[in-house]
């Protein structure tokens, strides 16, 4: 890890690496995942309510409820140093009244090593994202496609409305957003927003021009059961080495090669 990936991130200095280097996110959902996922040196970790589909197994996220989101966010923050983390906030929380959602984020961040929610929308979040910044409350953006409204658009679809995703995300700037995801958006529209909006973009099926990049840790270590979307790359095959590492085990126990002297107590 560099010395200056080693530094504590604040929202503050997340917000100020714009446009001096890239920025990079990942998720996390547990204490040995998301401690191994800062030592790395990723500058934020998103407990993201994809864990609805890569941890629990759904084919959306729409079933992930708040009480299981604070859970995966306690373990989370217990976890992490250095990195920044930021709590999604799962369908349909956003769309309450703002004092309520607000009552919902302060939850997020009343947990030890949480500083941030992140909610799905655009502009039509405007009064609940100024309430929460009132408040003290950090908010991430996430516009473009939106995959908590999956039924809406009958699937998960490539946004290419560029004038809506721009005023989107101008609209969540000026509420205070101090950055924004954009997902699955052709790559001219993103280069667009992240060159008119002053706060950090971070990308996941974006193009390369996003001022930094997340992805679903599951997609990045070949955990994902399933197809992976086109813009994930997989760094590793990790279903295929536990699947290794589990039938070597029952081998061993089977053919009486472990547990060996090593592994006994006289
Ligand atoms: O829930 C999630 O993991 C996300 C990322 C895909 C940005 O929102």
Redesign the pocket.
Known sequence: MSSAAAEVMTVPRFRRLKGRRRLT?L?AYDFPTARVVDQAGVDAI?V????GMVVQGHSD?LAVSWEQMLYHAELVGRAVKRALVIV?IPFPLAHLEPAEVLRHAAQALKLPGVSAV?L?GGAELVPVVQRLVQAGVPVMG?CGLR?QSVHRLGGYRVERDAQQVLEDALALEQAGAFAL?L?CLASSIAAEVTKRVAIPT?G?GAGPHCDGQ???LHDLLGLTPGPVPKFARAYAHLAEVILQAVQQYCRDVQQGTYPGKEHSFD
């Open positions: 996110m998720t998103l993201g309510d994809s864990l996220t999604d992140k799905e996430h995959p995801v997902e971070i996941i997340v992805l679903v």
